[in-house]
Structures are given as structure tokens and as C-alpha cells.
């Protein structure tokens, strides 16, 4: 074995890339342990072959791809390897992104990460790989092509799919929530208008804003009848005493509370 490479330091630099990658495979934390051991083992056994034809990261980066791949067929008595690639289990939220690496993180909030997490780990095996070792791992198109076993061209297509996958949650995201705030403001102007209404029909307004309340609305037909219509709605109803209520729908209401 090659003086210059260090066991220990090498595992201490790759195992948590090693159990990411392994990871975003398997999609199953105690399966990501078994192909981050599998994968350590196969680098010690295979370290003295290393002759520098690509980095050493690509090389253990391949190593662990396959490590993975391998692994899942081993489970064909649980699952049908297709379906598993395709679906998998679902992953805890993040951990296989590593979002500290991915530009603008500060400004992703948890539900857009989530969301977006959710994405990635629902992508095919063929589009997932690839955004992964691009945008979370940083590595150059042709080292994630080796890793891969694709062309260049190959790659920068899937790699354009995923991307406009993660491309379209983000947008529905920010759509919805700017749908949500218009909501919120809406909602709060409604409150300010019936709060006024009610406070103003109810003589709890200051006096004096109620005089120019008054005098703002005077020459308004429809604003005039409303109110008209309102203060005749509580004039009814302050009439109402609770005997004028019939037995029976005393019942009702004191059950419907009750049952609260």
C-alpha cells in the first residue's frame, strides 16, 4: 500500500460524504451504515490499486455508488429493485441534502427546505444522482459522469430535469405563499372593517370620530342603507329576551354548549 495514503485520515475525510451518497441510494439510514461499512472495506481492500487514473474522491465516490446499488439488489426478498429505486422509503427530512453546500440557503426557510427535500427524494434514481452529486457535492460534470457510468451529454440532460423538477417546487412554493399573505392581508382588512362597523353600530367609537364618520359617508346611498339595515339588525336582536325564545330551541342550545 502506498505510503502517502492514510487510512484513518481518508476515513475521517469521506464518511460522512460516503454515508450521504449512500443515502440518497438507499434511502434508509441503517442501509446507508451497512454500504458506508461495505464501501470502507472495499476502499482498504482496493486502496493499493488506486493508480491515479481519476481523483481519489471520484474513485471512492464510484465505490460507494455501486456499493449501493449492489446492496438494494441483495433485498429483492423485501422489495423489487425497480420499485424501490423509483420510490424507496422515505428519508428524514435532510439528511441526505446537505443544504450549508447548496447557494442561498439562508434564505430557504424549513418548509421550502422540506419541500424541497421531499422533491429530491421522491426523484428517480437517474435525475436524483446526478443533482446530488452536482449541487450538493460539487463535483465536476465529467467525475460525476465516471461515477455514473454516463456520457457527458447524458448526464447534462438528466441533470437539466432535476433541476427544473427543484425549479418548479421553489416557484410553487413562493406562489403559495404569496397567495397565503394576500389571504392574511385580506382577512386582516376584514377584521378592521367589521370591527369598525360593529364599534361604530354599537356607540363605542370616540365621539368625535363618529361625527366625521358621519359626515364621510352622508352623500353614500348604499353605505347609508347598510348601516340602516345593521342598527335595525341589532335593534332586533337587543329586543330579543330569553323568554321570547321557544322552549325547544332552548333545548337545542343548551345541548349544542354542552356537548362543547
Not at 3 to 25: G, H, N, P, Q
Not at 227 to 254: F, H, M, S
Request: positive net charge; proline residues 3%.
Amino acid at each position: 500500500m502506498p505510503v502517502s495514503f492514510d487510512i484513518e485520515a481518508i476515513f475521517t475525510k469521506y464518511k460522512d460524504r460516503v454515508y450521504r451518497l449512500a443515502l440518497s441510494v438507499t434511502r434508509n439510514e441503517k442501509d446507508a451504515e451497512d454500504v458506508m461499512q461495505n464501501t470502507f472495506l472495499k476502499i482498504i481492500k482496493n486502496l493499493v490499486y488506486f493508480r491515479n487514473k481519476s481523483s481519489l474522491s471520484t474513485w471512492i465516490y464510484k465505490i460507494t455508488y455501486n456499493e449501493a446499488l449492489m446492496y438494494l439488489r441483495k433485498k429483492k426478498n423485501q422489495l423489487k429493485l425497480p420499485g424501490y429505486l423509483r420510490h424507496g422509503a422515505k428519508a428524514a427530512s435532510g439528511l441526505f441534502v446537505n443544504w450549508a453546500k447548496l447557494p442561498d440557503q439562508q434564505l430557504l426557510d424549513n418548509e421550502l427546505q422540506e419541500r424541497i427535500d421531499s422533491v429530491i427524494n421522491h426523484m428517480p434514481i437517474t435525475y436524483r444522482m446526478p443533482l446530488l452529486l452536482d449541487s450538493v457535492e460539487g463535483l465536476p460534470l465529467k467525475d460525476s459522469a465516471r461515477i455514473l457510468g454516463l456520457k457527458i451529454n447524458s448526464l447534462k440532460t438528466r441533470l437539466h430535469r432535476a433541476r427544473l423538477n427543484v425549479r418548479s417546487e421553489i416557484s410553487g412554493y413562493f406562489r403559495d405563499n404569496q397567495g397565503q399573505k394576500i389571504e392574511e392581508k385580506k382577512n386582516k382588512r376584514c377584521n378592521i372593517w367589521t370591527g369598525f362597523v360593529y364599534n361604530y353600530a354599537h356607540g363605542n367609537l370616540e365621539k368625535r370620530k363618529s361625527e366625521v364618520f358621519k359626515r364621510h359617508i352622508k352623500d353614500c346611498l348604499s353605505c347609508n342603507s347598510f348601516l340602516d339595515t345593521y342598527l335595525k339588525a341589532i335593534d332586533v336582536t337587543r329586543a330579543l329576551q330569553c323568554q321570547d325564545l321557544p322552549a325547544q330551541l332552548k333545548d337545542k342550545i343548551e345541548t349544542f354548549i354542552l356537548k362543547r
